[in-house]
């Protein structure tokens, strides 16, 4: 998408990514509402590409997102989102009071650390690997819907359009991914989430989430 605001700034970025990353579409999100342009490189997980030299100096995890902006090398989606709010703070992801703030950085913490990484392909494959096919995705399955049974009670008294309100915030750039992997991937019944589902479909509905979205990433496989 086209930058709407310090284009000469946003000129610079160049986002490490794989098109079926929860975490990076999360990245690929926000840069979108913030109207940063950005050059996609494409790290295929797949391959092992996260393994290369050139790769381990950016992020010795070997974990895609990585945000480069100019000598500025940040990993972690969560830490690339934080970094984007300082530096570009046009259209902010996170709101002026207090209250929300905390609530959609709590939103955000729940999903980057108790759900996301209990489901990440280096976990499964080993579980796989250990108890089968039927276990690893069972395990997957109970964690993601541990995680969205406190999100639903989290968020059940907010009756805004997003999660927190009436905008746009972090805790939907987190949210709209999550919940879509959940949907596609795991085969989560979100009948039984119906807060969430109420705001996951307003999140689907943007067009910056749509641009961000997995197919249309240049690295893609259909």
């Not at 393994?51 to 997102?65: A, D, G, I, K, Q």
């Not at 259209?91 to 002026?96: F, G, K, W």
């Not at 943007?206 to 990433?217: G, K, M, N, V, Y």
Request: glycine share 4%; hydrophobic share 40%; aromatic share 10%.
């Amino acid at each position: 998408m086209a930058p709407k605001d310090g284009g000469e700034a946003s000129s610079k970025l160049v986002l490490y990514s794989y098109w079926q990353s929860s975490c990076a579409w999360r990245i690929r999100f926000a840069l979108n509402l913030k109207g940063l342009s950005y050059e996609y490189k494409a790290v295929n997980l797949a391959k092992g590409e996260q393994f290369t030299p050139e790769f381990e100096r950016l992020n010795p995890l070997h974990f895609v997102p990585v945000l480069v902006d100019g000598d500025v090398v940040v990993s972690d989606s969560y830490a690339i989102l934080m970094y984007l709010e300082e530096k570009y703070p046009q259209r902010t992801l996170l709101p002026a009071d207090p209250q929300l703030k905390a609530l959609n950085l709590q939103v955000a913490s729940i999903i980057s650390s108790s759900i996301q990484p209990l489901h990440m392909l280096s976990i499964l494959k080993y579980l796989e690997e250990k108890v089968g096919s039927e276990e690893r995705l069972l395990f997957a399955q109970t964690n993601i819907e541990k995680g969205f049974l406190a999100l639903e009670k989290l968020l059940e008294d907010f009756v805004g359009k997003y999660a927190t309100g009436e905008e746009v915030y972090m805790a939907d750039v987190f949210m709209a991914p999550q919940i879509a992997v959940a949907t596609e991937r795991f085969k989560i019944d979100m009948s039984k989430f119906p807060t969430l589902s109420r705001i996951y479909e307003s999140q689907r509905a943007l067009p910056e989430f749509l641009a961000a979205s997995p197919e249309r990433q240049p690295d893609a496989v259909h």
